[in-house]
Structure formats: C-alpha cells, structure tokens
C-alpha cells in the first residue's frame, strides 16, 4: 500500500517515479521466489490502473513493470511473445527504469524515436476474407448461379420466341409477358428433366418427417455436442489464412478419408443384419430420395458419420478455414448424393473416368440397396465388387 501511496502522489514531476520503479524490481523482480501469485496478481491490477493516471514516460515504466512481474510470476506462461504493436526485442531487454529514462514526454516518444508498429497482421486478417479460397467460392457460387440461370431461362426463349413472331409477325408487350404460374411451369418441367427416378415425387409427408428427424437429431445430440466442442476445445483463430494449394489438398484426403471409413461403416451395417435393423434401416425409409433425406438418419448414424468428419481434419492438423471448408464440401456432397436429380453441374461429371459417384450412385444404392456403398468416390466399391452403374 505505501508504494500504491507514493505512486498516487508522485503526480506530475514524475520525480519518484524513479524510486518506485527501483522499488518494484527489487520487491517483485529480484525476490521472485517470494512473491505469491496473488501478491502478483493485486499488484499487476492496481499497476495497471495508475499506469493510466501517471505522465506517458512513467505510464511506459509501470507497465514493463507489469510485464516482468508477470513473467516472473510465469502468468504469462503460454502467451504468445509477440503480436501486433508490441515492443521490438531491443526496447523488451530494457528494464522498467531505462523505458522511463528513455522515454520524452516532451516528445511523446522514445529516444531514439522508435518505429511505429507495421500493419503487416492487419493485412493478414484481410488477407482472410480476401484470400484466394473467398475468390474461389464467389466464382463458383457464380458459375452455378449462371449455369441455372441459362438453363431455366435460356431455354424458356428458345422454345417461345419463335411462336411469338410466328403468330403476330411482331412481339407485343402483351406476349412477351408470362404469368407468374407459366414461369414457374416451364422452369419445373426443365428441371424434371434430370429428376433420376422420374416416376417418383417428393410428398409433404416425407419432407415434413425428415425435417422433424433433422431437428431432433440436431436439438438432442449436434447442439449440446458442439457446445461442448466448443468448451473443450477452443478455437484459436490464426491471422493468416492457409494457402490455397495446401487447403485444396488437405479437402481432398479429408474427403477420401471419410469417404474410406464411410464405406465400411456402411456395408458393416449391410452386411450385418442386426446392424441394418437397428441402426441403418431408417435411412432406407425412402428408395427414391430428395435432398432432405440426406438428414433422415438415427442418432447413431448421425454421430458416428459426424465423429468421422470432425476427426480428419483434427487427424490432419487443419487449419480452421480448412476444417470449415471441408464441413460445407462434405454437407455439399451429401446433399448432392440425395437430392434425386442428375444435374449438369453434378460433381460426377466433372471428375473424370468415372471416379466419383455422386447422386447417380447414391440413387442406385436407395433403389437396390445391395450396390454402391461409398458415398463419393468409386473405388472403393470397384475394388470390393459392390459397383452398380446404369448407363
Ligand atoms: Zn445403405
Ligand atoms: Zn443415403
């Protein structure tokens, strides 16, 4: 407390700031071995608060202060020792007083004047947001939307245009106007054209179930579960994001990975009878499938499946935005395997030599139920003899 006293009344002149901080190093610093953690700790609070009561050079003194009595006191243990604005290595190796010397209130500086700090992390934090993988997934939530767009409309055109020039040999406003309904129409019929089991229609029913067994699953098990992720293992957030190759990548072997332990989850509980009764038989609920039905599994299902993906990213050391990546390509994909359409964008068709199977595969696997029990890729089945493909 009489230090905490003369600190308050050192005020202006700065004069006993000198003393103080001798003081300081010879109580906390040097007698470390004496010093309690919570002598530490009562002194790094009342320090803190007076470093912003005191002129700027004595401000700089208190708080190396603090910053060897924590060190000393090995607070800071597992702190990183550097970060952004923080002081250079040759001004840290200065004690407190030689910062309070060194420092012109006159100048508001140190001298000699030091650098100010360089924004390179800040351009990292940017470089997040802008990086190469935002970029891509921009261009490619374009393409698709293009893609779409040409589809649904372009052919709309082809097919009305004519008829229109044909019938009144000019185009009035009138007909160039379609109902709501008839768009709506001529877009549905384009789109049933790659609908895999054409017979087949998604009923409210069935969507109406598997949202009820989605939101149980995830409100019972995925939400506490992720709470606790959450409190287990906190996610340190690096400044730098990934680089692109190597976030690609590391997609790739997570994706191959769980399509790998996927595989025999899957013909373990086919082949297994009281496996497929217990566990898997509810997925099979639906032979023709719409992207809900991706969802429409038991706990057991849902959690082992889940276990799989958040633990190859773990296994691998992935950065968080690649970790993050691969969840959004996973749940993609799965979507994709269940959405009961063949559409021109499907991944199948832009993975050569037909490695991966995709909604085709997947769709055959509702439907026969003996076949095609990899999830993505077809190797695995290939090499196991369960591959099924309709030409
Ligand atoms: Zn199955
Ligand atoms: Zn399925």
Request: include cysteine; charge should be positive; glycine fraction near 4%.
């Amino acid at each position: 407390m009489a230090l905490f006293n003369t600190l308050v009344i050192a005020g202006a002149p700065n004069d006993d700031i000198i003393i103080v901080l001798r003081c300081l190093d010879a109580m906390l610093t040097r007698r470390r071995k004496q010093v309690t953690l919570q002598r530490a700790m009562a002194f790094l609070k009342r320090l803190s608060t007076l470093s912003m009561h005191v002129m700027p050079n004595a401000s700089v003194g208190i708080l190396a202060a603090n910053r060897a009595t924590m060190h000393v006191s090995h607070l800071s243990h597992g702190a990183p020792s550097d970060g952004s604005s923080a002081l250079s290595v040759e001004l840290c190796r200065r004690s407190p007083l030689e910062l309070f010397e060194d420092y012109s209130v006159k100048d508001m500086t140190f001298n000699p004047p030091v650098a100010p700090p360089a924004y390179k992390k800040k351009v990292g934090k940017i470089l997040l947001i802008f990086s190469h993988v935002f970029i891509l997934i921009v261009t490619f939530m374009l393409c698709v939307g293009c893609v779409t767009a040409r589809l649904l409309l372009g052919g709309d055109h082809r097919k009305t245009e004519p008829d229109l020039c044909q019938e009144t040999g000019d185009i009035s406003l009138e007909k160039q106007v379609y109902s709501v309904s008839e768009h709506v129409q001529v877009m549905w019929n384009l789109v049933r054209r790659y609908k895999l089991q054409s017979q087949s229609s998604v009923s409210w029913a069935s969507v109406w179930n598997c949202l009820a067994l989605t939101l149980y699953n995830h409100l019972i098990f995925i939400f506490p579960l992720t709470v606790l992720n959450w409190y287990l293992r906190p996610v340190l957030l690096p400044l730098e994001a990934p680089p692109l190759p190597h976030l690609l990548a590391q997609v790739l072997v997570c994706l191959l990975l769980f399509d790998f332990q996927s595989f025999i989850w899957h013909l373990a509980h086919h082949k297994v009878p009281w496996l497929y009764r217990t566990f898997h038989k509810l997925h099979h609920t639906y032979t023709s499938t719409s992207a809900l039905t991706a969802e429409y599994s038991g706990a057991w299902e849902t959690l082992s499946l889940g276990l799989f993906a958040a633990a190859n990213p773990l296994l691998l050391g992935c950065h968080p935005l690649t970790e993050m990546v691969f969840f959004i390509v996973n749940i993609w994909l799965s979507v994709e395997d269940h959405c009961g359409y063949d559409l021109p964008w499907a991944t199948h068709r832009l993975i050569p030599f037909g490695l991966y199977g995709g909604s085709r595969h997947h769709d055959l696997h509702h439907l026969k139920s003996k076949y095609n029990y990899a999830p993505y890729f077809t190797h695995w089945d290939r090499l196991a003899g369960t591959l099924y493909m309709e030409d």
